[in-house]
């Protein structure tokens, strides 16, 4: 037994000769660390971080909730973990080819032969085998050393996948939720609006009666209202479909979803915070996002597959052994003087295979370029998404003061305008345009302060997580 498991484990400690190009990240034309951005950034004195709650930086409990309750029940992430799991086994898989395969046998046989062949004397036996036996390929070129990089790779790439998921699960969480108080708010202002052209309704339609007032303008009165009333129950329908999608994104049942019912946060026209952020980012910290990192970990994984499929154009060695007993009678089995033993060694070379295992290595190679542009892409990309989210913010800034100012404009007009209708000086219908330009200003205003929360959330995901301020 000694004799065998000796050249073996010799053989396990030998280092393969990995052919094939070691991994090395591609270079990326970045900007300098010296440009105008990286300056702007680093005049902001903060420091991007991988913040796996980074919706946290908005103050709201209601969407903190939220959060949690996605990433226990969400579909997509319990796929996204499933796959991870895979990803793990398959890498087990792999490195169970760089170590020995050993197996325990027992055999009975049994024989007989005619008269004829034994000089006219006939024979029958029967043997009993017990043992072990072993075999192992030395891993000469490399090429189970490269597949077992290649699953690693391929392992790390799904646990960033799912990083991916989990950072696009939680910005969706985020948008839906503001979404879904965008429209609560623009539901009660609807409904304020409502009440007051039902109130003035009413009073022209007693003008009305008394004959003070015409039709034609209790009918303009009247489609004022009705337009409103439009505008409440669009709010409403909204407001109930989006519910149902951030049900969906939270998990719940189709039970749940029927019966139960979301927490109500802050309107998003009151206190809703709106995190200051950096205008600009070192360009170094993108590459914290996820999805670069998948990128790079498939590349890694194409690249071990290419010298994997280039050791299979070498020769293979193996070692097999086998020791035990073997006895005619089952109870001198395992005597001592009953004991075998054997092991050998085998070279192969596969010379022709119609070219099956060089058209491999091309289409490794092959399939390597395909992943390096998409890696390329990946990183374009990010730049893309960033800068757009940077940009966003920052003049949707200048937005939401602009319609800030607008609705404070607009309400001094509506008080104004009630003063000069009790006055005299103008008719009701005056008031009720610019209560109508109120409405808008107030629902542009809303708009404002949701665009400026999914620039914050798409920052946050650009970014791959969210940011602090760097303590001084």
Not at 9 to 20: E, H, K, N, Q, T
Not at 198 to 212: H, M, R
Not at 403 to 427: P, T
């Amino acid at each position: 037994m000694k004799k065998i498991l000796i050249p073996l484990l010799i053989s396990a400690f030998l280092l393969p000769a990995c052919v094939g190009k070691n991994f090395k990240k591609p270079e990326v034309d970045l900007p300098e660390s010296e440009s105008k951005q990286t300056s702007q950034a680093s005049k902001t004195n903060f420091e991007v971080v991988e913040n796996e709650q980074w919706w946290t930086i908005f103050g709201d409990n209601v969407l903190n909730k939220f959060e949690e309750e996605a990433l226990k029940y969400n579909y997509d992430l319990k796929s996204a973990m499933a796959k991870i799991q895979e990803a793990k086994a398959k890498l087990s898989v792999s490195r169970s080819n760089l170590y020995p395969t050993i197996s325990l046998y027992g055999r009975v046989a049994d024989s007989k032969s005619n008269r004829k062949m034994h000089y006219d004397i006939g024979s029958d036996s029967g043997r009993f085998f017990a043992g072990v036996t072993a075999s192992y390929e030395i891993d000469l070129w490399g090429k189970y050393w490269r597949t077992s990089e290649s699953s690693k790779a391929d392992f790390l790439s799904s646990k960033a996948d799912y990083d991916a998921i989990r950072l696009t699960l939680t910005a969706t969480v985020a948008e839906a939720y503001f979404q879904y108080m965008a429209y609560a708010s623009e539901f009660e202002i609807t409904k304020i609006t409502l009440k007051s052209r039902e109130e003035s309704y009413n009073v022209y339609s007693k003008k009305f009666k008394k004959g003070v007032i015409n039709e034609l303008d209790l009918r303009r009165v009247e489609a004022e209202m009705e337009s409103v009333r439009a505008q409440v129950y669009n709010a409403e329908q909204s407001l109930k479909q989006t519910e149902n999608a951030l049900s969906v994104l939270l998990g719940r049942s189709p039970k749940n979803m029927i019966e139960g019912s979301l927490d109500k946060g802050n309107k998003i026209d009151d206190s809703t915070k709106i995190p200051k952020i950096p205008m600009s980012v070192p360009s170094d910290l993108i590459s914290r996002r996820p999805d670069i990192k998948a990128a790079e970990y498939t590349l890694k994984s194409y690249n071990a597959k290419i010298g994997a499929a280039k050791a299979y154009l070498f020769p293979s060695i193996y070692l097999t052994g086998d020791a035990g007993y073997a006895s005619y009678e089952l109870e001198d089995l395992f005597k001592e003087e009953n004991d075998t033993w054997s092991y050998s060694g085998e070279i192969s070379w596969e010379i022709f295979s119609g070219g099956k295992n060089k058209k491999t290595y091309q289409a490794q190679k092959a399939q390597y370029d395909q992943a390096l542009a998409s890696y390329n892409k990946t990183v374009q990309t990010a730049f893309k998404e960033v800068l757009n989210a940077i940009n966003n913010y920052s003049l949707g800034e200048k937005i939401l003061a602009a319609r800030q100012k607008e609705v404070v404009a607009m309400r001094r007009s509506y008080v104004l305008a009630l003063k000069r209708e009790k006055a005299g000086l103008i008719e009701l219908l005056d008031v009720l345009d610019v209560e109508r330009f109120l409405l808008e200003a107030e629902e542009y205003l809303v708009s404002a302060k949701q665009n400026q929360l999914n620039a914050v959330i798409d920052i946050c995901k650009a970014l791959g997580g969210g940011w602090k301020e760097e303590k001084k």
